[in-house]
């Protein structure tokens, strides 16, 4: 396991988010052109209602758990980077905030109308296993919705390749927790295509499974229902 093979240890991957917590907004502003905001607000239109109780996983320092509070839910949103969760507890202190991992959750069965995850599937050892516990804690009938990178086709592509491989690693060299912009294109590269991750949402269990590309095919949204 390596940043250049984009796998980690749990502890490995912690400790990078810790080191990269001070960053984090700043390079997602950037590396997405301040779409990534508008990405998330749409997630939560498509699987969050007024009045739901959310479970936002891998919460990071907490933009998708606040957009879905301001639709009107009662968001718990966990992480198991403490850097990541206190800047999230700083931007909203009213939320529940919670250190856990998304492999071991630490809710009973049916816990949630509807959960969450951007930008964080990709980062978990057992994703099997993380989709596994999101159904779980879904009551029947509980709305899912995933925003992960992903790789494009088509136009997009060449500059993809110019950003992911050639500048952001550039970025790493200036940045605290450098080896963190070499681990991004490489956990993407071998993170399932839009299409895969559909089937392992519907082998476990997930119903009405959807996906839809974003900005180019550069980021997928899927959504799906707990049987």
């Known amino acids: 396991m390596s940043h250049e093979t984009g796998q980690l240890t749990a502890d490995g ?11 984090y907004d700043l390079m ?3 590396m ?3 779409l990534d905001q508008r990405w998330r607000r749409l997630a939560v239109r498509l699987a969050v209602r007024s009045g739901d109780r959310v479970l936002d996983g891998c919460c990071g320092t907490g ?4 957009a879905a509070q301001r639709a009107g839910a009662t968001v718990v949103g966990l992480d198991f980077s403490p ?3 206190e800047r999230a507890r700083r ?3 009213e939320v529940e905030w919670i250190l856990g991992d998304l492999l071991e959750l ?3 069965d049916g816990s949630f109308d509807a959960a969450t995850v951007g930008f964080g599937v990709r980062n978990v050892s057992d ?3 993380g989709i596994a516990e999101l159904a779980r804690v879904l009551r029947p009938g509980g709305r899912l919705a995933i925003l992960e990178i992903t790789t494009p086709r088509g136009a997009l592509k060449p500059f993809y390749k110019l950003w992911f491989d050639v500048l952001i690693p550039l970025a790493g060299r200036i940045l605290p927790g450098g080896k963190a912009y070499t681990y991004l294109p490489a956990s993407v590269r071998r993170f399932p295509a839009p299409e895969a991750l559909a089937a392992l949402l519907e082998r476990q269990g997930f119903t009405g499974v959807e996906f839809r590309r974003l900005a180019g095919g550069i980021v997928a949204l899927h959504t799906g229902t707990a049987a």
């Open 127 to 129: 994703l099997e296993r």
């Open 32 to 34: 997405t052109l301040g």
């Open 106 to 108: 630490p809710f009973g």
């Open 63 to 66: 933009d998708l758990a606040i």
């Open 91 to 93: 931007k909203a202190p």
């Open 28 to 30: 997602n502003r950037a």
């Open 13 to 23: 991957v912690r400790g990078m988010f810790d080191r990269i917590a001070p960053v």
């Open 83 to 85: 850097a990541m969760l």
